[in-house]
């Protein structure tokens, strides 16, 4: 058997690690504020969640980008493939990187700089790159949409309380 690597068998788990060490660090040069000069919303889940829901997700996400990179050239290249397709396959891989950034951004924003409302503003561009990931990669499969509702499900909720921290501050 003879096994071909691919550049995305290496470029996701590289995003993927790089993306989830950034956040933990400006998460946690920004702890100390955190804990100590804001006033948190009742329904903000205990500290040890943080790490086991965005290891999860990190996981499932990178797996959605390794189905979506691995089968949207086989949706995109047969015979009855449109420029559309194509178009959206590329968008697709356009939307995964600038969320990255996205999801690094409102870190350091929120932890690093302490703008709350900008981190604010910046989590509903966040959530809105997730739900377009959700519907493109639909198209090319299923399983990988699937494998992103838990990421805009958990930026949602993190919107609600990043909207909460900037009203109770």
């Known amino acids: 058997m003879h096994v071909h690597a691919k550049s995305h068998h290496f470029i996701i788990p590289s995003v993927a690690v790089t993306v989830a060490v950034l956040g933990s660090i400006f998460t946690q040069l920004g702890m100390t504020w955190y804990k100590t000069e804001l006033s948190l919303p009742v329904v903000t889940p205990p500290d040890w969640l943080f790490p086991i829901a965005w290891t999860i997700i990190y996981i499932m996400t990178a797996g959605a980008a390794y189905i979506i990179w691995h089968e949207g050239p086989k949706k995109v290249l047969h015979l009855f493939a449109t420029p559309h397709s194509k178009d959206e396959f590329v968008a697709l891989q356009w939307l995964f990187g600038i969320n990255a950034i996205l999801n690094i ?9 302490h703008l709350i409302g900008f981190a604010a503003f910046e989590i509903f561009l966040l959530e809105i790159t997730i739900i ?6 639909w198209k090319i499969s299923r399983v990988a949409s699937y494998l992103l509702l838990p990421y805009a499900v958990w930026v949602l909720f993190a919107t609600y309380l990043t909207m909460r921290i900037m009203f109770l501050n």
């Open 105 to 113: 951004l409102w870190t350091i924003l929120f932890f690093f700089f």
């Open 132 to 137: 377009a990931m959700v519907a493109f990669s």
